[in-house]
């Protein structure tokens, strides 16, 4: 079924790479004009001439710990297409040097928490008015199934962020629900983007300590994540706020996982 939401405008963070890129071009598949914000200028232009031109993508510079670049990135959405109907906030980063709480320095914690948490909220933030004067509306932030179970490697900043994503969004969703406006975490599982390949590249071993725990028996690809994120986006899922959307391949109801 095409043109799930056709018409309609999107914001996408992290939009160059990884979920946010194949996000994107569903998108754009499904008849949504996207707005991205990304750092990758080279790649972002590129971006938006293979989806067609300004008439269905605008690429915005944007670094999501700034409020004022946050806020500048959803008001092109509204002057250029008229509407923010949809924001998907995915930015995120999982440096090496976030480790266990042992190793792991306060500088390197701080970092990922404004990447991760506080660009998320400064996301909803910009969004919000927007939507609540349409009166609809649709946020999906992206969380991680760390957010729900502990990690088999740690990596403890980066857990607790998503962790605050997850809560973060329920509180929305609930506080928006009757004004329109659904609110929902996406919880990936391990997923097949150039973060898991420069994880694998930097080490080998604990990548591969993270498959061991997909019941599946492989990572997820890029696309399937942003199949659930046109879920969430659409009507199809009008019924569902404040929700924990796992697509973890069965991490998260595993007990054992078979060999």
Same mark, same amino acid.
């Given at each position: 079924?095409?043109?799930?939401?056709?018409?309609?405008?999107?914001?996408?963070?992290?939009?160059?790479?990884?979920?946010?890129?194949?996000?994107?071009?569903?998108?754009?598949?499904?008849?949504?004009?996207?707005?991205?914000?990304?750092?990758?200028?080279?790649?972002?232009?590129?971006?938006?001439?293979?989806?067609?031109?300004?008439? =269905?993508?605008?690429?915005?510079?944007?670094?999501?710990? /700034?409020?004022? @670049?946050? &806020?500048?990135?959803?008001? +092109?959405?509204? *002057?250029?297409?008229?509407? =923010?109907?949809?924001?998907?906030?995915?930015?995120?980063? /999982?440096?090496? @040097?976030? &480790?266990?709480?042992?190793? +792991?320095?306060? *500088?390197?914690?701080?970092? =990922?928490?404004?990447?991760?948490?506080?660009?998320?909220?400064?996301?909803?933030?910009?969004?919000?008015?927007?939507?609540?004067?349409?009166?609809?509306?649709?946020?999906?932030?992206?969380?991680?199934?760390?957010?729900?179970?502990?990690?088999?490697?740690?990596?403890?900043?980066?857990?607790?962020?998503?962790?605050?994503?997850?809560?973060?969004?329920?509180?929305?969703?609930?506080?928006?629900?009757?004004?329109?406006?659904?609110?929902?975490?996406?919880?990936?599982?391990?997923?097949?983007?150039?973060?898991?390949?420069?994880?694998?590249?930097?080490?080998?071993?604990?990548?591969?300590?993270?498959?061991?725990?997909?019941?599946?028996?492989?990572?997820?690809?890029?696309?399937?994540?942003?199949?659930?994120?046109?879920?969430?986006?659409?009507?199809?899922?009008?019924?569902?706020?404040?929700?924990?959307?796992?697509?973890?391949?069965?991490?998260?109801?595993?007990?054992?996982?078979?060999?």
């Amino acid at each position: 079924m095409a043109g799930r939401i056709e018409g309609r405008t999107a914001v996408v963070t992290g939009g160059c790479s990884g979920i946010g890129l194949a996000t994107v071009r569903r998108f754009v598949e499904e008849g949504a004009r996207v707005v991205i914000g990304d750092i990758d200028d080279a790649g972002g232009e590129a971006l938006v001439a293979e989806l067609g031109g300004p008439e =269905v993508a605008t690429y915005v510079h944007v670094d999501v710990t /700034s409020k004022d @670049e946050v &806020d500048a990135l959803f008001r +092109t959405a509204k *002057d250029t297409y008229g509407s =923010v109907d949809i924001a998907f906030n995915n930015a995120g980063i /999982s440096p090496p @040097e976030d &480790d266990s709480i042992l190793d +792991t320095d306060l *500088d390197a914690w701080r970092k =990922v928490q404004e990447v991760n948490l506080t660009s998320v909220y400064l996301c909803c933030k910009a969004a919000l008015p927007y939507m609540l004067e349409q009166k609809r509306g649709s946020i999906i932030n992206t969380a991680s199934f760390v957010a729900v179970m502990g990690a088999a490697t740690s990596q403890i900043s980066y857990s607790a962020s998503k962790g605050g994503v997850l809560s973060m969004s329920r509180e929305l969703g609930v506080q928006f629900a009757r004004e329109g406006v659904r609110v929902n975490a996406l919880c990936p599982g391990p997923v097949n983007t150039p973060l898991l390949k420069e994880l694998f590249a930097s080490d080998a071993e604990r990548a591969a300590r993270r498959l061991v725990h997909v019941p599946m028996g492989r990572f997820a690809e890029p696309e399937e994540m942003a199949n659930a994120v046109l879920f969430l986006a659409s009507d199809e899922s009008s019924f569902m706020t404040a929700n924990t959307f796992l697509v973890d391949g069965g991490i998260s109801g595993a007990y054992v996982t078979p060999l």
